[in-house]
Structure formats: structure tokens, C-alpha cells
């Protein structure tokens, strides 16, 4: 079946602007995770979303940065006034509940101008 | 707050060789314990899950092992390929949301 999609692919933006990554998870699955993966800091963790629940928004670096999911399916990663120290891979992952096991897409690589 | 550490940080070994990584956390109350494979520019391919019951998990060449009382996890490569040459990264899920805390990974090559 299909994997984890992720678009777009690749984000080149001026510093200021707002940003709109999506993430489309494995049908079925209702947890949706967003990482962030920069040089000199590895994977982290942005952002978690368990189906009709609240976010857990702990990792969000800053107010700038949100992110929603419709419907319990797509999320959309929102960054506002983008920085340069924003420019990163942005990883969505799913998974089932229970099943541990989280399933990546291949990420959106953007790059703050 | 856990951290996770692995090494060596870059491996290049010929084909044919059997090779080990490591894979340490500090905080040994854990799930479970994860290694992806990620190619250059690509997505993290999960590869192995070992639940914390268990002390070994077998997929092809692939053998990863977890000591949970040590905080160590290796992943053991039979018969290395060119093919296997990527970064391998282990993970163990934290904090309520169970996120995953990644290791800065190992950069393996293989040379033919």
C-alpha cells in the first residue's frame, strides 16, 4: 500500500515568508508525528497528533512554528516568518497505535534564503 | 532526558565483511527500541523494532540485539554489500507522545 507522501519535496524560500508543509500519513493510521532534521542537530521532535486528541506541541521551537490535521488524515506544518536557522528536512511519520513502529515519509527540504 | 548515542560515526568496510554498530541510551526505561536505514536525501526505512522484552530481533542479514540493564542495542550486519551503504540511526520513544529520540547515526560505506 501506499507509504507516507510528504510535499513539497524540496522548498527554497526567502527569509520572512510564511511556509506550508503537508504530510499525508498511511491510511489508517492515527498517530502523525513531525521531526525536523538540521546539520549539527540531528532528528527532533516537533510535533505529535493522536487522532481527535489535543497535539502534544512540546517540541515546537517557537511561536512561529504550528501545524493542524483535517480530518484526522493530512497535517499541514506552518511556519511563519521563516529564519534562516529553519532550513532543514522536515520528516512526517505515522503509525498505528499500539504497533509502536513509526512509518517515515521522505521529508521536505527547505531552505530559508 | 534521554539521549542516545552511537558509534562509530562513519564505518567504510569491504564488501563481504561482517560489521557491528552500537547503539547506547541512557535512560534504560524503555518501549522499545528502533534502527531506520536513511540514504543520502531520502526518508528514514525502518528496519528493525525490538519491544523491551526482547533480547534479539532477525531480519535477513540484519540481527539487532537489546540489553536494556546496559542501555546498549547493537545491529549486526552479516555479508556487507555495496547496497548497505547509508546511515543507520537508532531511536527509542520518549515522553508521553512517545516521540522518538534519534542517535546522531553511523555512515556506513561499503566498498565494492
Known amino acids: 500500500g501506499a507509504g507516507v507522501s510528504q510535499s513539497p519535496s524540496n522548498k527554497v524560500t526567502e527569509k520572512g515568508k510564511d511556509v506550508e508543509l503537508r504530510c499525508d500519513p498511511i491510511s489508517g493510521h492515527t498517530a502523525l508525528y513531525w521531526y525536523r532534521q538540521s546539520l549539527g542537530q540531528g532528528l527532533e521532535f516537533l510535533i505529535y497528533?493522536?487522532?481527535?486528541?489535543?497535539?502534544?506541541k512540546s517540541g515546537l521551537p517557537s511561536d512561529r512554528f504550528s501545524a493542524e490535521r483535517t480530518g484526522g488524515s493530512v497535517s499541514t506544518l506552518t511556519i511563519q516568518r521563516t529564519q534562516q536557522e529553519d532550513s532543514a528536512v522536515y520528516l512526517c511519520a505515522s503509525s498505528l497505535v499500539g504497533r509502536e513502529t513509526q512509518y517515515f515519509g521522505p521529508g521536505t527540504r527547505l531552505l530559508v534564503l | 532526558k534521554q539521549e542516545v548515542t552511537q558509534i562509530p560515526a562513519a564505518l567504510s568496510v569491504p564488501e563481504g565483511e561482517n560489521l557491528v554498530l552500537n547503539c547506547s541510551f541512557t535512560d534504560s526505561a524503555i518501549y522499545n527500541l528502533q534502527w531506520f536505514r536513511q540514504d543520502p536525501g531520502k526518508g528514514l526505512t525502518s528496519l528493525l523494532l525490538i519491544q523491551s522484552s526482547q533480547r534479539e530481533q532477525t531480519s535477513g542479514r540484519l540481527n539487532a540485539s537489546l540489553d536494556k540493564s546496559s542501555g546498549r542495542s547493537t545491529l549486526y550486519i552479516a555479508a556487507s554489500q555495496p547496497g548497505d551503504s547509508a546511515t543507520y540511526l537508532c531511536?527509542?520513544?520518549?515522553?508521553?507522545?512517545?516521540?522518538?529520540?534519534f542517535g546522531s547515526g553511523t555512515q556506513l560505506t561499503v566498498l565494492p
Open positions: 531511536a527509542v520513544p520518549s515522553g508521553s507522545a512517545r516521540q522518538l529520540t
Open positions: 497528533f493522536q487522532g481527535n486528541s489535543a497535539p502534544d
